[in-house]
T-cell receptor
Framework: GAVVSQHPSWVICKSGTSVKIECRSLDFQATTMFWYRQFPKQSLMLMATSNEGSKATYEQGVEKDKFLINHASLTLSTLTVTSAHPEDSSFYIC??????????????FGDGTRLSIL | DQQVKQNSPSLSVQEGRISILNCDYTNSMFDYFLWYKKYPAEGPTFLISISSIKDKNEDGRFTVFLNKSAKHLSLHIVPSQPGDSAVYFCAASYSGGSNYKLTFGKGTLLTVNP
């Protein structure tokens, strides 16, 4: 149980392209999902918290217009990197929290998306 | 300001021995702590967690110990296996925070030698 699917796993595209990454909770509902970015040999940096049916909450320093988040259903959140440039190249990972359960519980992660902008 | 710290970037142990991974935190509001295991180019996999009302939680070969007064937790893996070789992240959250955000340490690379 608690499977999170992230797609695509790897994207290579030209500078200026917009890239959409999907995050799905396959066997549970998630009113809250999270988007992280990881640089090589670094920790996971939280970019934003995605809330179903409402606006995402962005961490300080993360550009809202650059990283568009949509959480239109209880099982799907998308991250769109708009007009991507080489500095946006990174490993993006999503996670989801089971909204059917209250209290403290772990976040479950997707397998990440390797984004390479040429 | 790093609120969750893993001061050992790497650890090497022999197969069959105990692996002890350490984590310190500074925010006294944290009341839920987790350990994740991560392979390269994959997302983290949840291993074990502990609530601040406990000082120990055990699941098979994995045991997490929490020392609230020292703001320290550790993960023990016994016996260690080569398949345990991965990066281990410590994470923390507090139930009073917004949306249960996790704060991660920088990770410790564990290598278990056959």
């Amino acid at each position: 149980g608690a499977v999170v699917s992230q797609h695509p796993s790897w994207v290579i595209c030209k500078s200026g392209t917009s890239v959409k990454i999907e995050c799905r909770s396959l066997d549970f509902q998630a009113t809250t999902m999270f988007w992280y970015r990881q640089f090589p040999k670094q920790s996971l940096m939280l970019m934003a918290t995605s809330n179903e049916g409402s606006k995402a909450t962005y961490e300080q320093g993360v550009e809202k217009d650059k990283f568009l988040i949509n959480h239109a259903s209880l099982t799907l959140s998308t991250l769109t990197v708009t007009s991507a440039h080489p500095e946006d190249s990174s490993f993006y990972i999503c996670s989801a929290r089971n909204s059917d359960r209250g209290g403290n519980q772990p976040q479950h992660f997707g397998d990440g998306t390797r984004l390479s902008i040429l | 300001d790093q609120q969750v710290k893993q001061n050992s970037p790497s650890l090497s142990v022999q197969e069959g021995r105990i692996s002890i991974l350490n984590c310190d935190y500074t925010n006294s509001m944290f009341d839920y702590f987790l350990w994740y295991k991560k392979y390269p180019a994959e997302g983290p996999t949840f291993l074990i967690s502990i609530s601040s009302i406990k000082d120990k939680n055990e699941d098979g070969r994995f045991t997490v110990f929490l020392n609230k007064s020292a703001k320290h937790l550790s993960l023990h893996i016994v016996p260690s296996q080569p398949g345990d070789s991965a990066v281990y992240f410590c994470a923390a959250s507090y139930s009073g925070g917004s949306n249960y955000k996790l704060t991660f340490g920088k990770g410790t690379l564990l290598t278990v030698n056959p």
